[in-house]
């Protein structure tokens, strides 16, 4: 509804660019975009965009309007539809692709996997391979934070989740979990020509997939022949014994549901998460202050200053820049009745932004985490809703144990002449575009 009262009946709207070029500049500068079409056309904006993305696109940011989309009956709107592009990744049973009854179903067979119980199973092993990476590190040498943690993080999603602790498995999966990840935007064009399929990127893109795929049916074959899998800890454990007795209703896991899962968790769980952890280290190396009292809680074993330095890094560097639902009715969204078929966006990018929800919106505040000024439908890196990211406390967990070893150990400055980091686009996230590079040194090195 508009300020006046009245209720729009039209797109609201947007850049008048033909569609290629606004294409083009969503899949490769999507914040400047979105920055742009949102000081010219206000808080709510329509991109027009060509396959494989949504043809209409409607951007909302502010918070009562991102609490409608996310109370909304997910049968109005439905966030599989609308992130069909990663279809080509994470196949058609991804808990991120389904909608409804399919949905439900997988979401109750994985969330045992993500409740508190489970997270603190997991801690002692990610606490063991984060200091087996960072013992790695030469104090005074220069490393770039995105690689590091990308490693790190890899380590993690294929011990915690996967189960993979055979070394020459591992070997094997690793490279190509990292080519699907680098993967550029430009080759999400591709997949609506089938015959693009069978050349150049695409067919390296197929035959990569192919390899994964069979490391990990082989994986799941070997597991399901193992007779103790309560014994074992791993998430993939966890999901082959799932829909065993917990709910009649619920079957257990197919094969090919299994393959599309650990697909799932691998993008939604790997890269994001590295991302934010390269963002965490770059800005405390540009804040020295704020790394002396990160340094201190982890020192002091105060994990929820951590938690709030990791929090502070996705918001001030968007990790997953919106999540999008599609309409299945003619339904009306923030006061405009949009037509079936539209994609409406709530744009992370635009809500961490919002002066009015966050003070001080470009500083690096941890603190604003601690004392309550972040309200509720403003800070949205899992999403929200039926739909929020399951792996939300896993993440948070795992970039929070990360932080401990490396502050306890050494101090983070930037390299010499090095200014403030810029974003790029790689899959489905943004990254630093430099790799955050960062100095380290031992902390018994520092002076204080």
């Known amino acids: 509804m ?3 009262g009245t209720v729009s009946t039209a797109y609201p709207p947007g850049p008048p660019l033909p569609r290629s070029v606004q294409t083009v500049l969503y899949a490769q500068w999507r914040g400047a ?9 206000g808080e709510v904006f329509t991109l027009h965009l060509v396959p494989p993305y949504a043809e209409s696109v409607v951007v909302f940011s502010r918070p009562e309007h991102i609490r409608e989309i996310f109370a909304a009956d997910p049968a109005d709107l439905h966030a599989g539809e609308g992130n069909r592009l990663l279809v080509h990744i994470m196949g058609e049973h991804s ?4 909608d409804e009854d399919a949905h439900a179903r997988a979401r109750r067979l994985l969330m045992p996997a993500f409740v508190g119980s489970s997270l603190r199973g997991y801690r002692t092993l990610v606490d063991a391979i984060a200091k087996t990476h960072v013992d790695r590190w030469a104090s005074g040498a220069t490393m770039h934070t995105l690689d590091r943690m990308n490693e790190l993080t890899l380590d993690v999603i294929m011990q915690v989740v996967f189960g993979v602790t055979d070394e020459r498995r591992r070997d094997a999966l690793a490279p190509r979990l990292r080519r699907i990840v680098n993967i550029n935007p430009i080759m ?12 150049g990127p695409w067919k390296r893109f197929r035959d990569n997939q192919n390899a994964i795929d069979e490391l990990l049916y082989d994986e799941i074959a070997a597991r399901r022949a193992q007779p103790d899998l309560d014994g074992h800890a791993d998430v993939l454990s966890r999901l082959l014994s799932a829909g065993s007795g917990e709910n009649p209703a619920d079957a257990p896991l197919s094969d090919a549901e299994l393959r599309d899962q650990l697909m799932t968790l691998l993008l939604a769980g790997h890269e994001t998460t590295a991302s934010a952890l390269s963002w965490a280290c770059h800005e405390l190396a540009a804040n020295p202050a704020i790394q002396d009292r990160a340094q201190l809680a982890a020192h002091e074993g105060d994990e929820k200053y951590l938690e709030a330095v990791l929090k502070e890094a996705m918001r001030r560097h968007t990790v997953i820049a919106a999540t999008g639902r599609k309409l299945t009715r003619d339904r009306t969204i923030g006061g405009y ?4 078929g539209t994609v409406v966006s709530t744009s992370i990018l635009l809500a961490h932004s919002r002066t009015e929800a966050f003070p001080d919106v470009l500083a690096f505040r941890p603190e604003r985490f ?6 509720a439908n403003t800070w949205l890196p899992f999403g929200g809703g039926v739909r929020r990211c399951i792996g939300a406390g896993f993440s948070l967990m795992e970039g929070t144990a990360v932080l401990r070893e490396i502050l306890t150990r050494y101090r983070l400055s930037l390299p010499a002449g090095a200014g403030a980091e810029k974003t790029r686009i790689r899959n489905i996230t943004h990254v630093p575009a430099h790799g955050a590079p960062v100095v380290v040194t031992a902390d018994n090195a520092v002076p204080r």
């Not at 808990?95 to 389904?98: E, F, G, S, V």
């Not at 009745?337 to 079936?340: F, I, N, S, V």
């Open 2 to 4: 508009r300020r006046d």
């Open 33 to 41: 975009l979105l920055r742009t079409a949102a000081r010219r056309y």
């Open 95 to 98: 808990l991120l692709l389904t």
């Open 188 to 199: 999400f064009f591709g997949w609506k020509y089938p015959r693009l399929q069978r050349r």
């Open 337 to 340: 009745e949009l037509p079936k």
């Open 370 to 375: 601690l004392d309550g000024e972040v309200a």
